[in-house]
Nanobody, 120 residues
């Protein structure tokens, strides 16, 4: 079955950095677009970054542009989210997602999420 397993979350001070990783199995990875959603406390999940199967296309929410970078390694079936200059508002649960379509209305596959807490 398809599995998306996130790692790399934790507690970081404002201005710090974290790198999230997502290990994917059970699907032809390079044929699938990937993304990262964030669920801030008390709010709905929203897409913060996405990348196409080849890596040629990327998308970033305005709130993270210039600070976050999404990347993928198709040889390792991995997707990453490098998060720099972290702000308190970046706190939330981050979900790795996958779909055959780049930025679909609803992603088919979801990971279990990893907590990121930005606090001094």
């Amino acid at each position: 079955q398809v599995q998306l397993v996130e790692s790399g979350g934790g507690l970081v001070q404002p201005g710090g950095s974290l790198r999230l990783s997502c290990a994917v199995s059970g699907l032809p990875f390079s044929d699938y677009a990937m993304g990262w959603f964030r669920q801030n406390p008390g709010k709905e999940r929203h897409l913060v970054a996405a990348i196409s199967g080849s890596g040629a296309l990327t998308y970033y929410a305005d709130s993270v542009k210039g600070r976050f970078t999404i990347s993928r390694d198709n040889a390792k079936n991995m997707v990453y989210l490098q998060m720099n200059s972290l702000k308190i508002d970046d706190t939330g649960v981050y979900f790795c997602v996958s779909d055959v379509i780049f930025r679909p209305r609803e992603y088919t596959y979801w990971g279990q999420g990893t907590q990121v807490t930005v606090s001094s």
